[in-house]
């Protein structure tokens, strides 16, 4: 039996909102229609995805199953039917992803192994990394912790010591080195898990202004601040912080010669 794509979208709408009423709306279709496309489904599948009582809509055991495997069976679909746009429309084309700090001589070396590919690079951020590879929108990409790995093949190319961020005034500014213990106390900036009235931090650009401002501090890999030079900012070496990670990746169930071609080179230039 192969799954209907058009049903699960229906499905993944509903388990979304957990509103058979809100779901066809989104859909811009009737919800009787959508009542019969889910209940179509579960025939497909012959098992039950949602439980509807006079309290509302909830997930099974089998439909928590499928929502979680929904989102990447759809993003792998619309991936491939953006490479396929693509490639319609003009040479071949080949995009890598990279994260701030990243620069890497492997793009010049895979161009010129392959002239005629057009190899593009485009800058990720952490919390769109994995959706870019997953959706189609770049090939492969370098990307560092926090991953979400599921649905990606990572391979660990190298790793980086980390340096504390500082404003320029800061107390421990004009120290050699530093260890983790010499910043207890200090207010931490985060990418990730904003209070709920803060603006998440997305960007290092925006890490500088946080930092410059006073508002906080943070460890950024030694290849940030070898490339990134500001007044209000001083960098100190932390001896004892935890090495940041450089993986590259790509979707797990893609077969392609330019990405294993890609990796090899990545592997070798370390």
């Keep these: 039996m ?5 049903k699960v979208r229906y499905f993944v709408a509903v388990a979304e909102l957990l509103h058979f009423g809100r779901a066809a709306e989104r859909l ?3 919800q009787p229609v959508l009542s019969r496309q889910i209940r179509a489904l579960e025939k497909d599948l012959d098992t039950t995805l949602f439980e509807r009582d006079s309290h509302g809509v909830t997930l099974t055991s089998a439909g928590r199953q499928l929502f979680d495997d929904a989102r990447q069976l759809l993003a792998s679909a619309d991936a491939t039917r953006r490479r396929v746009h693509r490639a319609a429309r003009g040479p071949r084309r080949f995009v890598v992803g990279f994260r701030a700090g990243v620069v890497t001589h492997t793009l010049r070396a895979f161009k010129a192994a392959h002239p005629g ?3 593009q690079a485009r800058r990720v951020e952490w919390d769109d990394q994995e959706r870019l590879i997953l959706d189609g929108t770049v090939d492969l990409a370098y990307l560092r912790r926090p991953i979400d790995e599921r649905g990606l093949r990572l391979l660990p190319l190298f790793s980086e010591a980390r340096v504390a961020m500082l404003p320029a005034d800061h107390r421990l500014a004009g120290k050699q080195e530093l260890a983790v213990s010499d910043l207890d106390g200090e207010a931490w900036l985060r990418y990730s898990d904003p209070g709920p009235d803060d603006v998440p931090i997305r960007t290092i650009e925006e890490k500088f202004e946080h930092v410059a401002a006073g508002t906080g501090i943070t460890l950024v890999p030694t ?5 990134y030079s500001r007044p209000d900012i001083a960098y100190v070496p932390v001896s004892d912080a935890e090495p940041d990670q450089v993986f590259l990746a790509w979707e797990e169930g893609r077969r392609s010669p330019l990405i294993t071609a890609f990796a090899k080179i990545a592997q070798d230039q370390g």
């Design 2 to 6: 192969d799954l209907d794509l058009r």
């Design 28 to 30: 811009h279709i009737t």
């Design 223 to 227: 290849s940030i601040a070898e490339q």
């Design 117 to 119: 590919v057009d190899v």
